[in-house]
């Protein structure tokens, strides 16, 4: 459904950013992910559980596929309230709140069921709360799936063998680090541009999980996957502050519980997505380099740590990394 300049104009004015009295409508959220991805489908989920708990009186109107515009775009416009929701991926919030550059972190997380614990526990509710100075209410964390190195020139067994290889990057400071501690030559492009540089030797390589090497159709230029996990960062369901605020605490403790729903919904789809993709590409051909022994990957990375750390944010690494694994 198109959003239409008259309905932004609503949203203005329900925020209070015109003056006007509020209007009763669907809370508004954005997504650039498409219509049936897990992240879209949990805050679906949301949507009905808050109709359900509300007898009809609160729902959620999603805008899927960057309807609405860029995550930094309508980032910046859900923290002055002109949308409602808006899931988001980290790195757009790094500059603003720098607790969310830790679950970014290479090797952070020993596996995806460690990550889910701290993120539901009091790590993720400290990330979140870091939010709210800037806007933004912290509502709960989605999975992005475990990143990976996956090149055109052959398996990757240790950081020795990423040595001269030109890795896409993200438009990221973090992830050249990364990359460039690993020994490798960074090199940040859109993600549009990966499957053809790749085919024309513009880049050795990519990283990415398993759903998007699949989707993308990477694997045909680059088949060589090798499973260093190295990133296990989460997304972020936020909402804007200044709607937040003219809640009654009633409704807010049914957003916050529908949102809390919906997160075992998202896992289940993305675990199943995780799996499927895996298993396509697998039959296709790849060649898979399973790695167990990640100590020597970490050990490489371990100055990006000591760039992007102050003394608190290294209190947080060492929160989780006592934490136990086990199912969030």
């Not at 759903?211 to 996957?225: K, L």
């Not at 039959?283 to 992007?308: M, N």
């Amino acid at each position: 459904m198109p959003f239409t300049r008259r309905e932004f104009a609503l949203g203005l004015a329900g925020s209070g950013l015109l003056g006007c009295t509020p209007v009763e409508r669907p809370l508004w959220s954005a997504d650039t992910h498409p219509r049936d991805y897990p992240t879209v489908l949990a805050q679906e989920h949301m949507a009905g559980r808050l109709r359900e708990m509300s007898g009809g009186r609160l729902d959620i109107r999603v805008y899927p596929g960057g309807q609405l515009g860029a995550e930094r775009d309508t980032l910046e416009i859900t923290m002055f309230g002109g949308l409602d929701l808006n899931r988001v991926n980290l790195a757009p919030l790094n500059p603003i709140a720098p607790a969310t550059l830790v679950p970014a972190l290479p090797f952070l997380f020993r596996s995806i069921a460690h990550m889910r614990r701290a993120m539901d526990g009091a790590p993720g509710r400290k990330i979140l709360a870091s939010l709210e100075a800037h806007g933004l209410k912290g509502l709960c964390f989605y999975d992005s799936g475990a990143r990976s190195f996956y090149n055109t020139r052959g398996p990757i067994h240790l950081p020795e063998d990423m040595a001269g290889l030109k890795i896409r990057v993200q438009n990221s400071d973090l992830y050249v680090a990364l990359v460039e501690a690993l020994g490798a030559d960074a090199t940040p492009m859109s993600f549009g541009e990966v499957y053809q540089a790749l085919v024309q030797g513009v880049i050795d390589g990519a990283e990415n999980n398993w759903p998007s090497y699949d989707s993308t159709r990477h694997f045909e230029a680059a088949p060589y996957y090798s499973t260093t996990e190295h990133v296990m960062a989460p997304e972020v369901l936020v909402m804007s502050m200044r709607r937040w605020r003219r809640l009654p605490d009633e409704d807010r403790a049914l957003i916050e519980q529908a949102a809390r729903e919906s997160v075992p919904v998202m896992r289940a789809l993305w675990d199943a997505r995780v799996e499927a993709a895996r298993e396509r590409v697998v039959a296709a051909g790849i060649t898979l380099t399973t790695i167990s022994d990640k100590r020597p990957f970490q050990a490489r990375v371990a100055p990006v740590y000591e760039q992007y750390l102050n003394p608190s944010l290294l209190e947080l690494v060492d929160e989780i990394a006592a934490m136990e694994d086990g199912d969030g």
